[in-house]
């Protein structure tokens, strides 16, 4: 059954093959129809790429599912046709980009000329994006970014009340803790996604908690541009991408911070240390950035931090595609998690071999309307987490958290999910003169 | 002229520019007072040290110099001396929001207010408030007759008179995607909004006579241009940066991105003919003749370019906004390269790095270049691209005198607050 998406069916009835056909042929300017040529004509259909990929493992291997048919069908009509395709095709070609890959990347990662095919799908994404052809739920992500600069409409006086808030309840844990806002020189500023102000404003404590155990002179700004998040990347809106990434590194620039350091998500690193820079002309970020995995190592490795209570239920780990295929931080996640944890399960397969969530990528963020696609998309990662035979899978990334959290939900897992903070302020020792 | 130099030139003429050294405070006592000493803010004649202190019951105070505000606050930040030198906090009191100025609070009081800024002469002050569950700006006490159902930022004028304010006018229901592509933002000048409505507006600025006001706007979902007082520049471009007024108000230019290359236009116009990779912080000359902006010759590399002329070096990581001389002849820049700091004199940067360097100040003629920076945790005066002896626990940015003679040193060191004014030839 066809499912009804606002974002597709009104764009459908306002596209004109004409302009199809000037928008696509404006996207695949002569240099990048070249390239996308090119990736088609090398692949010599070898499959690697479909065994790669969870959608089409998940999908009883359903050639349709194929990363390769997912852009043949496309981007290669597309080229063949030079733009000329229906406002039919285009939505078929959409729902394909948007809910059927999330750029992964684990299929190039596989493919023996690797062949660059979340490029080509996200290639795709920006024609439907410029054609107005966007699921409706992502779009509003995207629109919340361009009038607030955060993912979740969030006023300016939430934002600094909340962390406020965060730091009134966290003192309640820790003598002396803050939060300081827009404090020049700071070693760290740290930055989060929106939906933790929004709904998840527990995790702002509990890293005020271990900013402040670990003694890291921290800040976070008080203005725009303290979301990191960046789902205009997604949904194929460049110009609001390149807007917010902007907008986050002004702010660490003019705090003169050492470094950035951002919370626990994939995606939002992807935005502040690939795409956004390239899209505003720097090579990388302006200034270092830190996953909050690589923060938690070095606290951890430098004993600034001491884990006094470890786990010793099961527990297994999810990787997160933008910081371990995308960064290769699979190791130090796994000195962090060994930390934590007595029994550790690992997942088979894993660190950069392992499975997206199908969360990521915007899938998540497409909204309820695609929610039983998604999962029906993901059932390799249920069997995959049913065979740890862990209770709780540990997700540094936001849209693994809650990818995670829907599949064990459909498919009946007995497992939970958490954060790598929830378990560090935990766990982690609170010296005497900060008890409270 | 940015805020920070605007405070740099009022009543600079009156200062104590005497030469020498004076404690001004001991923090090492105000700490040891209290439980928790939050971070400092000092005035721009160095004469006074400000800071919320919060007591043992969790109270908050403002302590200025050592002795704190009267009055008992539930929180106290964001404290900011006002150009004409007056203490400036954002306090809560029963749980309502305010601003406190000298101690004195206001009348008006909010479930929230934020974002002070000030006029010029500093004889205005506005925040934005959060009154129900609107929003809109309180200027002197006294809030706009009308709310809106967001604000996003604002500008005040130089001579405080007006105000303009990013403003959500139309109601938008959870994913409305449609009507957010009408347009739901607009902007209201002295609370009454334009009749234009956009997709996005941002960055607001002021013409310097208080009678223009500019933005950039977002008019389709893939268009943006500028409005000036509502009406948007006729050229359409696939991105734009925030806008300038030329100091003496005869033109308003803007970076604007056509294809995939970045360019300066005025009044919608072309002025700028080379195609930049980026281009942005937009500079001008305190006369209005030169016109500086920080853009990419090529991917990944930096510099500033004037009057469309690149200087001849590039940096890999960042360029800072330039910043001119007080007599317009010399431009300098914060560059970063390969993970250190310095700063770039027309085109020359320094032959010293640092691990963070603030914007240099520049005087006139060809006196030094000063830079506040920072190596291994401590502060320091760059002097031309040399650090003197001195060591600071914090700096301020340096200021020099009216006739450029000396300059005006706010640091502490040794847990003390110290105002020191020094010959500028002795410097370095």
Redesign the interface.
Known sequence: MAVAD??FD?ALAKLTPERIEQVINSVLSQAVAERMKLFLKTCVHCGLCADACHTYLSRNRDPDFAPVAKVRDTLGVMLKKKGRVSPEFMKNAARVAFIECGGCRRCSMYCPFGIDIATMIMTIRRICS?L?MVP??I??TT?SH????NQMWV???DW??TV?WQEEDAQLEVA?L?I????E?AEVMYSVIAPEPKVMAQLIANIAVLMTVAKVDWTMP???GWDNSNMAMFSG?L?IM??IE?EHWERA?EL?V?KMVMGECGHAYRGAVYDGPKW?????P???MVHAVELYYDLLREGRIEITDKLTEPVTIQDPCNIVRGRGLHEKLRYVVHALCDNVVEMDPKFEHNYCCAAGGGIINC?APWKMARLKSIKIKATQLKKTGASLCITPCHNCHHGVVDIIGHYHIDMRTSFLIELIVKQMKIPEGLGV | MTERETERETGREKWNWDVGSRNVADLGKLRAAY??V??LTVSADGERVAAPVVAEDGSFRVAVNGEVWETELE?A??LKFTPDDRLTALVRVDDMWTVAVEGELWEQRY??A??TKFSADGRTIAV?I?AGME?SLCINDKPWDRNFL????YALSDDGRRAAALV?VVELV?????T??EG??SVAVDSETWDEKF??V?APVISPDGEHVAVQT?TE??A?TIALDGAPWESRY??VWEPGFRPRGEGLLAPVRTGASWSLAEDGEPLWKTPY??L?YVRFSPAGERVAAVV?TD??R?TVAVDDRPWGCTF???V?APVFSTDGKRVAAAV?HE?RWTVAVDGEPWSHWF????DPVVGAGRGPVLAKV?NQGA?GLAVDGRVGAQRYEHLWDPTFSPDGDKVLIRGVQSGKYIRRVVLTEELG
């Open positions: 606002p974002g009104l410029l107005g409706q739920f779009q509003d629109n361009s009038a607030t600069s006023q300016p006086d600094i009340d406020m002396g803050r300081p806002l827009d404090k020189g008080s203005a725009d809106d110009e390149g807007r902007r620039l003169r050492g505003l002309g720097w090579q990388g302006p200034l270092p909204g | 439980t928790d939050h971070e929180k930040w964001h479930p929230f934020w974002n934005q959060k929003y967001s604000i996003r930022n959500q959870t994913a409305d995607t449609e957010f592509a739901t933002w997709i996005g941002w977002r979902r893939f943006y696939g991105c990779v980026q942005w990419a991917f990944g930096w890999g990581d960042v800072m970063r993970g691990d963070t360097v603030w920072k502060y």
